[in-house]
């Protein structure tokens, strides 16, 4: 079974642009989940997506985005990008049942200039 | 809101000894997941506990929750090189994870 897939694997962009990341998940699996990881911060969960509805949410401002196709595959998007953005971002497929472990993907390295 | 805080944020050890990560909830957790990182990579789940005092064993690796369902231990006994990086903690709540900041491992071989 293919594991989680994150595109682009590296990106720089600059302040105030906007940037979207791609996510496609574990076959079958039917939640996604965005984290971003700094070395300062830790693992900061921004949401969850299940059946193309946000079902939870971090405490992330409203730059950040994201949405759930049908396929389950998901997409993330920040729109004017501060340094501050500069992260890895983990996305994360599970099956949708409650307590489900996180299968990671490889990340996006987003460095923002 | 729902905090978990995991000790202690680095260990260096030498290889052979034990390890230890200890990780506390401000609230009663449904379960607690474990996941280890290894430098450059990414999270890989190791283990779910869920039960109230649940104790499991992977190999040298031992995982303990507590009675109160608020704190949760990994062990490791005689670490190996391949033992390196970093183990977070995981604790769910009402269809949230919330990490802890995790416990970067190092060893001198």
């Known amino acids: ?14 302040r105030g642009q906007q940037v979207t990341l791609s996510c496609s998940p574990i076959s079958g699996h039917r939640s996604v989940s965005w984290y971003q990881q700094t070395p300062g911060q830790g693992l900061q969960f921004l949401f969850e997506y299940f059946s193309e509805t946000q079902r939870n949410k971090g405490n992330f401002p409203g730059r950040f985005s994201g949405r759930q196709f049908s396929n ?12 501050g953005d500069s992260a890895l971002y983990l996305c994360a497929s599970r099956t949708g049942e409650i307590n489900s472990p996180l299968h990671f993907g490889n990340g996006t390295r987003l460095t923002v200039t | 809101g729902q905090q978990v805080m ?5 260990q260096h050890v030498q290889e052979g000894e034990d390890f230890t990560t200890y990780c506390n909830s401000s609230t009663t957790l449904s379960n607690i997941q474990w996941y280890k990182q290894r430098p450059g990579g990414h999270p890989v789940f190791l283990i779910q506990l869920v039960k109230s005092g ?3 064993k992977q190999k040298r690796l031992t995982f ?10 990994l ?8 033992d390196v990086g970093t183990y977070f903690c995981a604790g769910g709540r009402a269809q949230k994870l ?9 060893i001198n071989p």
């Open chain 1, 1 to 14: 079974k293919a594991g989680v897939t994150q595109t682009p694997r590296y990106l720089i962009k600059t």
């Open chain 2, 98 to 106: 919330v990490f802890g900041q995790g416990t970067r491992l190092t």
């Open chain 2, 6 to 10: 995991q000790i202690p944020q680095y």
């Open chain 2, 54 to 56: 649940e104790v499991k």
């Open chain 1, 72 to 83: 389950s595959r998901s997409e993330m998007n920040v729109s004017t990008l501060e340094l």
């Open chain 2, 75 to 82: 062990h490791i006994t005689a670490t190996q090189t391949t």
């Open chain 2, 64 to 73: 303990q929750f507590g009675e109160a369902k608020k704190n949760s231990s």
